[in-house]
């Protein structure tokens, strides 16, 4: 029994010291990225296709890093208020009208976008939240 109560509290200690290890954006970063996979597969995949390919002339892909990036700033209005007009993306034109999105929290949409800008052959980094909800205040 002894033995059993030394090895417990080795792992949790080994196991302690790995997590205090990460920053705290980098564990916000994890928890925003696997929420954000759960809201993508059920709001946007279906349009956006399971790895950001989109779905023909209908949804463009979600894989133009140029396109993510240079919109980052109107990412969250989009998600939130959906999109109607031209979008050129990888080159191509996309004129189909985006659904909304109203039912979905900030730090849903904040999560989303984390999900979206770090996918696909993206790599943006971290978005916090209250960033996002102050992105949404401002959207036309």
């Known amino acids: 029994m002894r033995k059993y109560i030394l090895n417990f509290i080795f792992l949790f ?9 990460q920053n705290q954006e980098t564990i916000d970063l994890q928890n925003y990225m696997s929420n954000g996979k759960d809201i993508y597969k059920a709001k946007c ?28 700033a109107r990412l969250a209005c989009i998600i939130k208020n959906g999109a109607a007009g031209k979008m050129v993306i990888n080159g191509k034109e996309y004129n189909e009208k985006m659904p909304a999105f109203p039912e979905l929290a900030d730090i849903d949409i904040a999560q989303v ?28």
């Open 13 to 21: 200690s080994v196991i302690a010291i790995i997590v205090s290890c």
């Open 45 to 72: 995949q279906n349009c956006h296709g399971e790895n950001g390919e989109g779905l023909g002339q209908l949804a463009p892909p979600l894989t133009d890093s140029v396109f993510l990036k240079t919109n980052k």
């Open 113 to 140: 976008m984390v999900f979206v800008t770090n996918s696909f052959g993206n790599k943006q980094g971290f978005v916090p939240y209250k960033k996002v909800s102050l992105q949404l205040q401002n959207c036309d």
